[in-house]
């Protein structure tokens, strides 16, 4: 069923697009800082799904890691003495919420969020995609946010990067097999919002999604070629209300990390 490469396998929404790919009979290739974390997935996924796994652990915000995990992605399969299987899909999940104002903030911080979630996220689809459209076949999903429409900081402005970076990559992308998604998701349960020390006891249960939904929801709309993936329809309404909204009005209701 071809090989799936996600980054951010490690927990939350990477850790789901895991085990619901292998769960499809994807073979895997999983990346993430924490080797024995990534270790102990890939046991459980090989013992449990029967499929192969790669374990990569690469730091996202390192350029030499991004080098590494690029060059598995540009493998096309018919290099010789290289058994490994080209890459079918590429899943830019890896991220982290800045949780800081900017004025007074780490400005490394600022600096990591772009490095892992939009430089990253650029060096590795061209990798893919190179490969890719030379084989006629593939897809790339990015992680983006709901929170691209909103006035939030650098995260909110990364994740505007990604989600119009992979419109206009699925505009390059037409004719050639190969499909671009960007999933713009709402507040999920994961680990996400515990790591930055944010305090999310005001979001109502309403608010919040699973990742085992979030993670079939972008799944399906990848494999039906839809361009931007909104899980739920309290998201889908939100996002469009976001989008009619004068920006003041959005500027008004405030951050979004
Ligand atoms: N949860 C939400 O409410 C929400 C909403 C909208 C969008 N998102 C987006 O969804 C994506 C996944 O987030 P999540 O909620 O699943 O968060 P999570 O549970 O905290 O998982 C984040 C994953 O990213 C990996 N990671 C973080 N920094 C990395 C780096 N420098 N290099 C490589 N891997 C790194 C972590 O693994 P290691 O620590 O092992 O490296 C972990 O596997 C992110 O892009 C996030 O912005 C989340």
Request: charged share 20%; glycine share 10%; net charge neutral.
């Amino acid at each position: 069923m071809g090989t799936a490469l996600v980054t951010g396998a490690t927990a939350g929404l990477g850790l789901e697009f895991a085990w619901q790919l292998a769960t499809a009979r994807h073979d895997l290739v999983l990346v993430a800082r924490t080797t024995e974390r990534l270790e102990q997935v890939a046991g459980q996924i090989r013992a449990a799904a029967g499929v192969r796994v790669e374990v990569l652990p690469a730091d996202l915000a390192v350029p030499d890691d991004v080098a590494r995990v690029a060059e598995r992605l540009a493998v096309t399969g018919e290099e010789p003495g290289d058994e490994r299987n080209p890459v079918g899909l590429l899943v830019n999940n890896a991220g982290f919420a800045t949780a800081q104002r900017f004025v007074g903030g780490d400005v490394q911080v600022e600096l990591g969020a772009i490095d892992v979630m939009v430089r990253a996220v650029v060096e590795l689809t061209h990798a893919a995609a190179g490969q890719m459209t030379a084989r006629g076949r593939g897809a790339v999903l990015n992680v983006a946010s709901v929170a691209a429409l909103t006035a939030g900081g650098t995260y909110a402005a990364a994740k505007a990067y990604v989600r119009s970076f992979t419109e206009g990559l699925a505009v390059d992308l037409q004719g050639t097999g190969v499909t671009a998604t960007v999933l713009c998701p709402g507040f999920v349960r994961t680990e996400f919002h515990d790591r930055a020390e944010l305090d999310m006891t005001s979001v109502p249960a309403i608010g919040w999604l699973d990742a085992p939904y979030v993670v079939s929801q972008a799944l399906a709309d990848v494999r039906r070629g839809v361009v931007i993936s909104t899980p739920s329809l309290r998201y889908k309404a939100g996002s469009a209300l976001l989008r009619l909204l004068p920006r003041s009005a959005v500027r008004a209701i405030g951050h979004y990390r």
